[in-house]
């Protein structure tokens, strides 16, 4: 059998599956637990799993996309930049997330220099076959910072800029499970990131919060057999790090990696867009990269951006409190009506990540919305 079919097959997951109602059989009240990634979403939506998980595990999703955490003011910076007539390169999916005046998108339907890229090399060689300044708009968490790192310990062209957005994921998670009204009781975190982090990035936040913490891949089983784990430790009162992605993740993580992440950026206090501002939750350039930091090179483009002013309807958007974990799509009364992929209103609708847009395309709103 190929790994692939061990993976899939059918059998297992129907064992995972009676595993997990016979756990959810001796909690006396629902359990909610929450995964941190939007990629587990997509998969719970893709293969149908909400509608698997017994009626009294509510199983939600925090701040796991990249796109919907940056916040509206990072992309007013980028905007700023672009209508100032520097070119921008960045990823797909931040172009139609909005602003609090417009999107890249709009920058660039107003004549602005936008355009996508689908690796951080990339705007290192569009820097290097260009004689102007190249601004690259870095957003992501851990996964994508290690290769924007990568690219600035690569002897980068002088005029490369990197505008960073990129935040750091634990850190959101301490947010989580500090806000007095979560309900929260299990993490299931993402295994990508942990490949770079490494599982014992989440021993300080377990010993805090007392609140287990299952390291899960992304095939239906990966994340069934990690949420069995999780439930059990829930319902044990286990409050521990648990590798369910052995194959890929190891308790250091990848030093390698870690170590370049940290040469070039230092952690440090930031908004996330809806949430809070994350202590320690953004990723910004190190001094020493102060001549390829875009805020530093254009601290004066960006102090002269005009000011504006938030949407009227963005106060209707409910992503902060979903990504918190207390609230669903559903919640929102945009949601499928004034808030839709086409013409997203929060950052929730834009990202293949993002929940709002998962729920929205794979119709959960009508057959799962209402765990
Ligand atoms: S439906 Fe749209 S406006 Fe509502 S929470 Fe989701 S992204 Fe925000």
């Given at each position: 059998m190929t790994a692939q079919l061990a993976f899939r097959d059918v059998a297992r997951g129907r064992l995972l599956q009676a595993r997990l109602e016979q756990a959810m059989g001796r909690a006396s009240q629902p359990v909610t637990v929450m995964h941190v990634c939007g990629s587990h979403e997509q998969a719970i939506a893709r293969y149908g799993l909400r509608a698997r998980f017994p009626s009294n595990l509510l199983v939600q999703m925090g701040p796991g996309c990249p796109v919907c955490v940056t916040d509206a003011p990072e992309i007013d910076a980028c905007v700023a930049l672009a209508q100032q007539g520097l070119r921008i390169v960045t990823y797909?999916?931040?172009?139609?997330v909005p602003g609090r005046a417009m999107s890249l998108e709009d920058a660039r339907a107003r004549g602005a220099r936008v355009d996508v890229i689908y690796a951080a090399t990339q705007a290192a060689d569009i820097a290097r076959g260009s004689d102007e300044p190249v601004v690259f708009f870095a957003t992501g968490f851990e996964t994508t910072a290690v290769a924007t790192a990568a690219v600035l310990l690569?002897?980068?062209?002088?005029n490369l800029f990197v505008l960073s957005a990129h935040k750091w994921v634990p850190a959101a998670m301490d947010v989580v499970a500090s806000a007095p009204d979560t309900r929260i009781e299990g993490y299931l975190a993402a295994g990508h990131a942990a490949t770079i982090?490494?599982?014992?990035?989440?021993e300080s936040f377990v010993a805090k919060y007392r609140r287990p913490v299952v390291v899960a891949g992304f095939e239906p089983l990966d994340i069934l057999a990690g949420l069995v784990l999780l439930v059990e430790h829930v319902l044990d009162g286990s409050a521990t790090v648990v590798n369910a992605f052995p194959r890929c993740v190891k308790r250091e993580g990848n030093r390698r990696a870690m170590d370049a992440l940290f040469r070039v950026f230092e952690a440090s206090d930031g908004e996330w867009r809806g949430i809070a501002r994350v202590s320690r939750g953004n990723l910004s350039l190190r001094a020493a990269y102060a001549a390829h930091d875009a805020s530093v090179r254009f601290a004066a483009k960006l102090a002269a951006a005009p000011a504006v002013a938030e949407r009227a309807?963005?106060?209707?958007?409910r992503c902060g409190g979903i990504m918190m974990g207390l609230q669903k799509p559903t919640d929102c009364r945009l949601f499928g009506k004034a808030c839709r992929p086409e013409a997203p209103v929060g950052a929730c609708m834009v990202s293949t990540e993002g929940v709002c847009r998962i729920w929205h395309e794979h119709g959960l709103a009508d057959a799962e919305g209402s765990p």
């Open positions: 797909g999916d931040m172009l139609r690569s002897n980068p062209p002088p982090t490494g599982h014992g990035v989440f309807d963005a106060s209707e958007c």
